[in-house]
């Protein structure tokens, strides 16, 4: 009598299922080890602490100290005068929200390629 040729089909369905079976197993067994640990004081405070050059956050790190908005930082004005120039296309509040970001933030590395996108936008309408 012949040899009957090797199931390999069986074989690998059963290597897949218990692969599967122990990864499941694992998981199980390991998920309710680990109980979460509660964020260390500081870093619950702020979120930035001990990262060199990263801004302070908390509920009064972003208030200017002489009022106002808290939202008066460069990147809020630079999407303002985006939008307004390249989305809305009114030029006019473009150009004064643009004027005020070069008032506000002298030296912006930003400002140059923005005005360069703004003409080109002024003269494509």
């Known amino acids: 009598m012949a040899p009957s040729a090797p199931r390999w089909g069986d074989r690998l369905l059963f290597a897949a299922l218990g692969a599967l079976v122990g990864f499941a197993g694992a998981w199980i067994a390991l998920e309710g080890r680990h109980a979460p640990t509660p964020p260390a004081a500081a870093m619950a405070a702020d979120p930035h602490a001990g990262v060199p050059g990263a801004p302070p956050l908390g509920p009064n790190a972003g208030a200017p100290a002489g009022g106002g908005s808290a939202f008066d930082h460069w990147q809020s004005l630079y999407n303002e005068v985006v939008v307004l120039a390249l989305d809305k296309h009114e030029h006019d509040a473009a150009d004064a929200a643009l004027a005020r ?25």
């Open 101 to 125: 970001l070069k008032k506000e933030h002298p030296g912006l590395p930003a400002i140059e390629t923005l005005e360069k996108q703004i003409g080109a936008a002024h003269g494509g309408s």
